[in-house]
């Protein structure tokens, strides 16, 4: 899932994963997109690709490449898990921190003159 979730960090990567979500495009098609190289672009396939979020297919010479939708769902459950976690982590230190202000301010109440 780490590998997956460092793919699509990159810009470039969502969009070409955008580009080929319901459609399957030749590499250079992709890289008609960018203002970048060929290479580069081919780079950031390999590396979706390796993550397990697009498939890729052969036709002759040419490379299709498409999204795959069920991996990209295992990514988007894994995030929502990661900061539904971490909001939550979020509200108790923030209940926490309203807390104790309120108890220092109840305490200087009882202590002023």
Known sequence: M???VRAIAEPRRREILRLIWSR???AG????????TRPAISQ???VLKEAGLVSERRDGTRRLYRARPETVAEVRRFLEAFWDES???LKH???AEEHRKRHHRR???RDAP
């Open 107 to 109: 305490a200087r109440r």
């Open 24 to 26: 399957e495009l030749p």
């Open 2 to 4: 780490e590998h997956a």
């Open 29 to 36: 098609h992709i890289a008609s997109h960018f203002a970048v």
């Open 93 to 95: 230190a923030a209940e």
């Open 44 to 46: 950031h396939l390999r």
């Open 87 to 89: 909001l939550v982590r």
